[in-house]
């Protein structure tokens, strides 16, 4: 199952580029490690030193650093093995998090009038939501050109979410929609008003909009150093489904 949930991941952050490559998934030109990392899902097994040897030369013309993305199941140990022994180290990891949102249905009535609650939703991607999206981020110039190129080219739809409070702008968050699923991909408090629940009620208006959509569950990937986000899922109920760390190599000419 926990391919399933990669693969609806992968639909949700793609990178400015994306390439498949003999049972590996790259992008890159990204701004996190998700969105420029290697995700060997279809063959982890054949061939390994080749292909590790092919993507090196082939991220090295456009000065990318391999980075890959390996879950932690048995399905990758081979693959995991073969990264180290090529001197991958790792650098960083986290944790899929799921809730089913049918039991919350009750719970979730409270933050149905989405207006009332100060969120405000978009079922396509403006303008007006980057340019605040990119503010609460901090992202640089160049981060902000590459996070509009590549949330512009989600393949699956896309809502995005905005928490307002005395004209104040305290939040703001996206997820995707696939088959039964809602995908959360950020979530984001203006750092002027952090540690006051606002994480917590744009969460829950997020899993009372997704079940007013038919979704019956919501997945989200959470860093490991990312204090806030994994004490706000955990809050929500939300359990951890599988980890996952990241191995990257630095390539030398």
């Known amino acids: 199952m926990f391919i399933k949930y990669e693969e609806l991941l992968l639909n949700s952050k793609p990178a400015a580029f ?9 992008n890159y030109a990204g701004i996190n490690q998700f969105t420029k990392s290697i995700h060997p899902l279809y063959d982890r097994k054949h061939n390994i030193h ?3 040897a092919s993507v090196e030369a082939i991220l090295a013309n456009y000065n990318q650093i391999p980075e890959y993305r390996i879950v932690f199941q048995k399905d ?31 719970e979730l009535f409270t933050f149905a009038n989405f207006i009332q609650n100060g969120v405000f ?9 980057i340019d605040d999206f990119s503010y609460l981020m901090n992202y640089s110039q160049v981060e902000d050109k ?22 104040t702008l305290i939040g703001q968050a996206y997820a995707t929609f696939q088959e039964n699923y ?9 750092k002027k008003t952090r540690n006051l629940s606002y994480g917590k009620r744009l969460l ?36 951890d489904i599988y980890g ?4 990257i190599k630095r390539i030398t000419k």
């Open 121 to 129: 939703i978009e079922e396509e991607i403006k303008d007006f939501w």
């Open 182 to 190: 809602m995908i959360i991909n950020s979530i984001v408090i203006n």
């Open 50 to 52: 080749e292909r590790i």
């Open 146 to 167: 590459i996070f509009r190129d590549s949330i512009k080219r989600l393949i699956v739809p896309c809502s995005t979410f905005t928490l307002i409070e005395e004209n």
């Open 76 to 106: 990758y140990q081979e693959f995991d093995e073969e990264l180290f022994r090529n001197g991958y180290e790792r650098s960083g990891h986290g944790t899929v998090k799921m809730i089913d949102i049918k039991p919350l249905q009750n």
């Open 204 to 239: 829950m208006s997020m899993l009372s909009y997704a079940l007013k959509r038919g979704a019956e569950i919501a997945i989200a990937d959470v860093d490991y150093l990312d204090t806030a986000g994994n004490k706000l899922f955990d809050k929500v109920k939300f359990e």
């Open 244 to 247: 996952y760390c990241y191995r």
């Open 18 to 26: 994306t390439t498949l490559y003999e049972g590996l998934i790259i």
